[in-house]
């Protein structure tokens, strides 16, 4: 009798310890999720963080070279229109009742003025950055580089990018920086942004000017590679004596929080 007692307290002993000892791989296996799970949050937050304040540096990078090309634009078109204007008024003064065409250009010439200044304030306006469009602003960007007569850019492949407007602002900061990097360290005769929107966006700048110098790493590749991390993308350089090509390839099923 004794000895069987004894077996059941063995055997309920050894049951209560196999309880116990699933009992605490349980609870071990709970914390350990959890903590993964707190692990990955904090992780997709820091992600989130880091977008917004990429699109924050973004939009006022592009906020600046708004206000560059409006300097330029206020300095060329509008300062002579409201020049002549003035010179026009002028005119008027002295001969008031015998020039009422001049007048009329004066006044043609004023309201131009006026339509220059509220384009120009466009740019400024909240809701230009809220409707933010990469191929839009990339044209413009094309625009400018052709205006110079030095070197033919063009934009070809895909019109349409698949993505929300404060990410097209990130990735237009992408673009120009590897064009403004080909314009003023590549000297290019040609300059090519050609785009391949499918599952993948694939933007490629292309020139045919000199070779990447040496210590091409420090001309805002580092930005450029950020930002393209912050959609899971990467950006890749070749570089050959008849052409050099930048690569920047964003996942178009990534998404963030605003």
Not at 134 to 163: C, P, Q, W, Y
């Amino acid at each position: 009798m004794f000895g069987e007692n004894n077996e059941i307290v063995i055997m309920a002993l050894a049951g209560i310890a196999l309880i116990l000892f699933l009992v605490t791989i349980f609870i071990f296996s709970i914390v350990r999720y959890r903590r993964r799970v707190a692990k990955e949050q904090e992780e997709k937050e820091l992600m989130t963080k880091q977008f917004k304040q990429e699109l924050l540096q973004s939009k006022l990078e592009t906020q600046e070279e708004t206000f560059r090309h409006i300097a330029k634009e206020l300095h060329d078109n509008v300062g002579q229109l409201l020049s002549t204007t003035k010179m026009l008024m002028g005119i008027t003064e002295i001969r008031l009742g015998h020039l009422p065409d001049t007048l009329n250009t004066a006044n043609a010439t004023l309201a131009k003025a006026i339509q220059e200044l509220r384009m120009l304030s466009r740019s400024l306006d909240k809701e230009w950055l809220e409707q933010f469009n990469f191929l839009d602003n990339l044209k413009s960007e094309v625009e400018r580089i052709n205006s110079g007569e030095v070197i033919h850019a063009s934009i070809e492949g895909d019109t349409t990018i698949a993505m929300k407007p404060e990410e097209q602002i990130i990735l237009f900061r992408i673009v120009q920086e590897a064009v403004q990097n080909a314009v003023r360290h590549a000297a290019p005769s040609h300059l090519s942004i050609i785009i391949n929107n499918s599952e993948t966006l694939e933007v490629k700048v292309v020139n045919d000017g000199k070779p990447l110098p040496s210590g091409f790493h420090g001309m805002g590749t580092t930005n450029m590679r950020h930002r393209a991390g912050l959609f899971g993308g990467t950006v890749d350089w070749q570089s050959a004596p008849e052409e050099t090509i930048v690569t920047i390839c964003l996942p178009l099923n990534q998404s963030h929080e605003n």
